[in-house]
């Protein structure tokens, strides 16, 4: 499914070709009535955006604050991708889209991106979701919904005196491709230490409910833990 999403870039700035900045500024949304959204206004207003620049560098801008219309970032003269992310309140990842923007000397650049909604895949087995993903292609982001009792079992960490979940081991594996986890059906009350070391490919995770004790290592190693271990406190 795509969504009708008009992000503006435009350019401007004065710079030669190669040195000084250009300010970058992108309307999220239809901010500045610059396009439309199909979901409703108030899936819209909720919506927060994180933007990743590659090209003459490397960095990213954002989570913005939810329904913020528009940012300006400097940047350098060149070829420059963007990679747009909008995220749900909850940090879960809604819609995602890539482009190409040029940066040159005495140039207005404007480009359309179009952002592709999420769809979650269930799995209620461990096993299956190990093989699904080995299948996927790398550099994707998936929202994958876990329904089980636990993680798995413990696995003994690469290089480290320390054990993992075996759901841990999968997305270390294949750390190519980019995980969004929703545990929210699944009926586990511990999420032990160390279950989700060095898991850099996990971009968010919801917790279940009946989670009530989740390990220090754990809760250092993913945001949404972390926040979840101090408010829980």
Sequence with gaps: MHITVFIVISLSGCFSEWHGN???????????????????????????????????????????????????????????????????????????GKATVEARAGQNVSKIITLTKLDWKIFTNIDEFDKWLKAQPSGNIYNVKLNVGDLGSKIPAEGAEYEISEVAYILRSKSDKYVNLDLSGSTFTTIGDNAFEHCLNLTGVTIPDSVTYIGQESSDSVPELKKWAVDSS
Excluded: C, H, M
């Design 22 to 96: 250009a300010i970058l500024t992108i309307y999220l949304g239809g901010g500045a009535d610059r396009g439309a959204f199909t979901p409703d206004p108030e899936t819209l207003k909720q919506l927060s955006y994180v933007i990743d620049f590659s090209g003459p560098a490397t960095f990213t801008v954002g989570p913005t604050k939810p329904g913020e219309g528009s940012i300006s970032v400097s940047v350098f003269p060149g070829n420059w991708n963007v990679t747009v992310t909008a995220k749900n309140s909850n940090g879960s990842v809604y819609a995602i």
